[in-house]
């Protein structure tokens, strides 16, 4: 199972981007997907996850309003839309494979992990 997360870069502050995170070696029709990310420095943090059909998000209280998760599974592909991006947003954004059709915030939840998109919020 291979995971490739991509979409980062440099953005100023109110700004967006969005990430895109293609799964192989792997039907996404039955499992959750998830996103953390890992400040300079800090440990690594739940971000947002959907359910296997979509009908199910959970977000971190520090993106809702702002991030958005979707997923399309024909294309084995999960998104993350990031609006009014922040410098506290700035991090490597990971990808993950959950366990179940519903996964929640712990890292445990989540069998398969990629390798992480940069994202840097500045001006």
């Known amino acids: 199972v291979q995971l490739q997360a991509s979409g980062g870069g440099l953005v100023q502050p109110g700004g967006s981007l969005r990430l895109s995170c293609a799964v192989s070696?792997?039907?996404?029709?039955?499992?959750?997907i998830g996103w953390y990310r890992q400040a300079p420095g800090k440990v690594r943090e739940f971000v947002a996850s959907i359910s296997w059909r979509g009908g199910n998000t959970l977000y971190a209280d520090s993106v809702k309003g702002r991030f958005s998760i979707s997923r399309d599974n024909a294309k084995s592909t999960v998104y993350l839309q990031m609006n009014s991006l922040t410098p506290e947003d700035t991090a490597v954004y990971y990808c993950a494979v959950g366990r179940r059709p519903y996964s929640g915030k712990e890292e445990y939840d989540y069998a398969y992990w990629g390798q992480g998109t940069l994202v840097t919020v500045s001006s």
């Open positions: 070696g792997l039907s996404l029709d039955y499992y959750a």
